[in-house]
């Protein structure tokens, strides 16, 4: 399946080195740094990009800021960054937002919906025609460093619970590390020049901006790193009380708990370097009748919400599941929390579980395909009746499996 990227570039260096600041001019305001703020945060407060702002005030290093501080912040109309251009227009197309029309046109997106008269930064439809300020190409705002020619992400904004796919592109040969805040981002390529890779988004990370940082090193040993901003938007979740079936209250023991989840811990952190799927997943059953969607918050027991649904749960009762993608079985036995239990290792960081089975049929090391049987519906472990829990990780990362049903996961190209 083909798949659109948009590409939003925040392309600054991280340097220690000093650069001078420019200083502010009519028009511009001014803000004061308190405690506890971050760049990322100011720069959404006013619709500015990070590395804008960081421009703007002579800032190397956006991590490092002081309450205190006084930040010009450029005007709407007046960016540093931004070229006066005719206008053009812009049809809005399904998944569109007005932040990433505005990122893709290098436009700031309080110019956009002033343009055209939008009260709502949140109100646009499919289908609207938008007037937008320049008569270019949508090009990046900030020019990338070398290596670096092109970064793309699948979405952005991202809700929470979903995977984000990103392509970097490279003029020259390279070694490339990612992280998404502070958790490595696993890359693979086949060239050196062209990488990929996965980042799940925690179904309750706060909403706001988060950094991607790159960090290429050429065989010389030169180094150069770039971050993107990454802006994560509220999932929709609903809340639900799960009440066990009765004489396994005792499954809901903090210690069971924890040192299950450890155990799977040390299986779904590792990345194995080959990938095994290809294309969209399938669905595990052939009747996929959702009882629970992923994400949902949960009280287990009755009183607060305590925790979150971590995968889809599909009715039945006996009935098979099957592989929905190739990899490799790298866990089949009873446990207590999650009853009958299978896990396959689809490569790359992707793991994908089946809880509660009644029995299953694969054993580790077994390799799967897409449609091959690996077990049966049941009603063992920590359930409220016969179901099937199927969860999705990425690098450890409990994802929407549905959203691997409907999107391929891999570039179109098939780096």
Known sequence: MARTFRTIFTGFLLTAALSLPIFAQSGDITYTIQVGDTLSEIALKYNVTIAELAAQNGISNPDLIF?????????????????????????????????????????????????????????????????????????????????????????????????????????????????????????????????????????????????????????DGTEAAVAQDVVVSAGDYATETIIPEPGRENLLAP??????????????????????????????????????????????????????????????NGDPIFAPAAGTVVLAEKLNVRGNAVLIDHGLGVYSGYWHQSQSVVHVGDHVERGDLIGYIGNTGLVTGPHLHWEMRVSGIAVDPLQWVTEDMEPSSGE
């Not at 956009?112 to 289908?127: K, M, S």
């Not at 009748?289 to 039945?316: K, L, P």
């Open 255 to 316: 210690d069971v708990i924890k040192s299950e989840a450890q155990k799977l811990a040390l299986i779904w952190n590792r990345v194995t370097p080959e990938k095994q799927w290809r294309g969209t997943f399938g669905y595990p059953v052939t009747d996929p009748r959702i009882t629970s969607n992923f994400g949902t918050r949960r009280s287990y027991g009755g009183g607060a919400v305590n925790g979150y649904h971590a995968g889809t749960d599909f009715g039945g």
């Open 67 to 219: 309450a205190g501080r006084t930040l010009t912040i450029p005007a709407d109309g007046a960016s540093t960054a931004e070229t006066a251009l005719q206008t053009q227009t812009y049809t809005v197309q399904p998944g569109d937002t007005l932040g990433i029309i505005a990122e893709r046109f290098g436009v700031r997106t309080t110019r956009l919906a002033q343009t055209n008269n939008i009260a709502d930064i949140n109100l646009i439809e499919v289908g609207q025609v938008l007037v937008i300020p320049g008569n270019e190409p949508a090009k990046p705002v900030y020019p990338l460093p070398a290596p670096f020619t092109e970064i793309s992400l699948s979405h952005n904004p991202i809700a929470q619970g979903e995977t984000l796919l990103v392509q970097i592109t490279l003029d020259t040969t390279a070694t490339l590390t990612a992280d998404f805040e502070t958790r490595p981002v696993a890359l693979t390529t086949t060239d050196g020049r062209h990488y990929w890779g996965l980042v799940g988004i925690h179904a309750l990370s706060e909403i706001g901006v988060y950094s991607l940082a790159f960090r290429a090193t050429l065989p």
